[in-house]
Each structure stands twice: as structure tokens, then as C-alpha cells.
Nanobody, 119 residues
Framework: QVQLVESGGGLVQAGGSLRLSCAAS????????MGWYRQAPGKQRELVAA???????NYVDSVKGRFTISRDNAKNTVYLQMTSLKPEDTAVYYC?????????????WGQGTQVTVSS
């Protein structure tokens, strides 16, 4: 089975930076897209950024200009470079991978990593 391993979360002061990484391993044929979701206390989970195997990228408006998503397709690894962090970025961040094999869709999720931004 496919596993997603996340790293890079932690505590950072406002204005600081963190880089999250997510490595997929296991029986992987092809990942059509990988991305990051987050869920803050008392709020619903939202898509932060996503990138396709072809390099197309989407961001939620609140992180545009501050976050950068990138992907190493050969290693099935996705990164999220976060700069100019704000307290409202505090959340549990989840890695997601999506693939379609023989017309069958598959979704994979990491366990989540805590990002805390202090004032």
C-alpha cells in the first residue's frame, strides 16, 4: 500500500519560514496530483496548494505570494515552502496524493503535521 510520510512541521515565530515535505512510498504506478490541506482549530479542512504531475499549480488565495509548492515526480515527493508565516496559518497540515490507475481513482493521506505560528 502507498504511504505518505510528512515532515517539517513545528513552532515558528510570525514572519518566519518552514518547509514541509511529503514522501510517497509503496506500490506506486503514477500520481496525478499531490497537495497539502490544513485544518485549524474550530475550522473545516481546506486545500492549501496542489500540483499535478505536469506542473500545474493551484493555491488558496490566503497563501498566494507566501507559499510555494513543488514536486519531484521521480521520487513522488511534494514540498511546501512557507514564508512570511502568520498566526492564522496555525493548523495541522495534511499531505494528499491522488492517482488514477486503469480508470480507478485512489486517494492517499498523511497523518498530519502540526504547524504553529506564534505572535
Amino acid at each position: 500500500q502507498v504511504q505518505l510520510v510528512e515532515s517539517g512541521g513545528g513552532l515558528v515565530q510570525a514572519g518566519g519560514s518552514l518547509r514541509l515535505s511529503c514522501a510517497a512510498s509503496g506500490s506506486i504506478f503514477s500520481m496525478n496530483a499531490m497537495g497539502w490541506y490544513r485544518q485549524a482549530p474550530g475550522k473545516q479542512r481546506e486545500l492549501v496548494a496542489a500540483i499535478t504531475s505536469g506542473g500545474s499549480i493551484n493555491y488558496v488565495d490566503s497563501v498566494k505570494g507566501r507559499f510555494t509548492i513543488s514536486r519531484d515526480n521521480a521520487k513522488n515527493t511534494v514540498y511546501l515552502q512557507m514564508t512570511s508565516l502568520k498566526p492564522e496559518d496555525t493548523a495541522v497540515y495534511y499531505c494528499n496524493a491522488y492517482s488514477v490507475v486503469a480508470g480507478i481513482p485512489y486517494d492517499y493521506w498523511g497523518q498530519g503535521t502540526q504547524v504553529t505560528v506564534s505572535s
